[in-house]
C-alpha cells in the first residue's frame, strides 16, 4: 500500500486565490512528520512546511498552510493568495520514527500551474 | 552560503562504466542522504549516513555504495551502470538523524546508455 497518497496530478489556480493540495498518509507509528517540498522546473528541492503528529496547532509559514486532519490522515497543504511563482511540482512527504535513517517517503507529487 | 552542493550537474554514461556523484555540504549537519527520482515520481532513499563514519541501506540501494569519511563529504559510486540507473540525484542532509528537516542538494541528471 502506498504510505504517501497525492490523488490530484495536475490542479489550475487562477493567481491572488488560494489553492489545496491534498496529502493522505498511511502509518502506524505513533510518531511521525509531514513535509511539503516544492519543486520548481529548475529542478531543486525547496522545504516548505512541517508538521509532527503531536503538534497541536496546524502549521503556518507565510502563505503556506497545513490543513493537518489526525484522525483523516491527511495533511493538505493551502497556499494563499498564489502568485505566478507557486508554479511548481509540490511533493508530500513523511517521516516515520522507527524507520531507518530517518527517511522520508514521497508522493508522486502534484503539478500546481498558476494562471495570470 | 553554498549549503549543499553536487558534482556534476549532468552526465551521459555508458552502460558498464563506473562513476561517482559527489556531494559536499558546509553546514555541519550530521545526516546525509542519496535520494533519486525517476521521471515523473516523487523521491526514493539509495543510502544514508547517520553520522560521519557510519552509513546504512535505505529504500532502493542495489547497484550503489557510499562512503562516509568526514562530516561533509557524502560520495555515491556506481560501479558498473545500467540504463534503470538514468535518474535524478539528489543529496540531502539534516543537522541530526531525529531532526525533521532535510535539506536537498542541486541534483545530477545521470543517462545510462
Known amino acids: 500500500a502506498q504510505k504517501i497518497t497525492q490523488t490530484q496530478p495536475g490542479m489550475f489556480v487562477q493567481e491572488k486565490e488560494a489553492v489545496t493540495l491534498d496529502c493522505t498518509y498511511d502509518?502506524?507509528?505513533?510518531?511521525?512528520?509531514l513535509f511539503w517540498y516544492k519543486q520548481p522546473s529548475s529542478g531543486e528541492m525547496i522545504f516548505l512546511i512541517y508538521q509532527g503528529s503531536y503538534d497541536q496547532q496546524n502549521a503556518t509559514e507565510g502563505r503556506y498552510s497545513l490543513n493537518f486532519q489526525k484522525a483523516r490522515k491527511s495533511a493538505n497543504l493551502v497556499i494563499s493568495a498564489s502568485q505566478l511563482g507557486d508554479s511548481a511540482m509540490y511533493f508530500c512527504?513523511?517521516?516515520?520514527?522507527?524507520?531507518?535513517?530517518?527517511?522520508?517517503?514521497f508522493g508522486g507529487g502534484t503539478r500546481l500551474m498558476v494562471k495570470p | 552560503t553554498a549549503g549543499i552542493t553536487q558534482a556534476p550537474t549532468s552526465q551521459i554514461l555508458a552502460a558498464g562504466r563506473s562513476m561517482t556523484l559527489r556531494c559536499t555540504q558546509d553546514m555541519r549537519h550530521n545526516a546525509m542522504y542519496w535520494y533519486r527520482q525517476d521521471l515523473g515520481l516523487g523521491l526514493r532513499l539509495i543510502h544514508y549516513s547517520n553520522t560521519a563514519g557510519t552509513t546504512g541501506k535505505g529504500e532502493v540501494p542495489d547497484g550503489y555504495s557510499v562512503s562516509r569519511a568526514n562530516t561533509d563529504d557524502f560520495p555515491l559510486t556506481l560501479a558498473s551502470a545500467v540504463p534503470s540507473q538514468t535518474s535524478v540525484y539528489f543529496c540531502?542532509?539534516?543537522?541530526?538523524?531525529?531532526?525533521?528537516?532535510?535539506?536537498f542538494g542541486p541534483g545530477t541528471r545521470l543517462t545510462v546508455l
Open positions: 540531502a542532509s539534516s543537522p541530526s538523524p531525529t531532526t525533521d528537516t532535510q535539506y
Open positions: 502509518t502506524s507509528d505513533p510518531s511521525y512528520g
Open positions: 512527504a513523511m517521516r516515520e520514527v522507527n524507520n531507518a535513517g530517518n527517511m522520508l517517503t
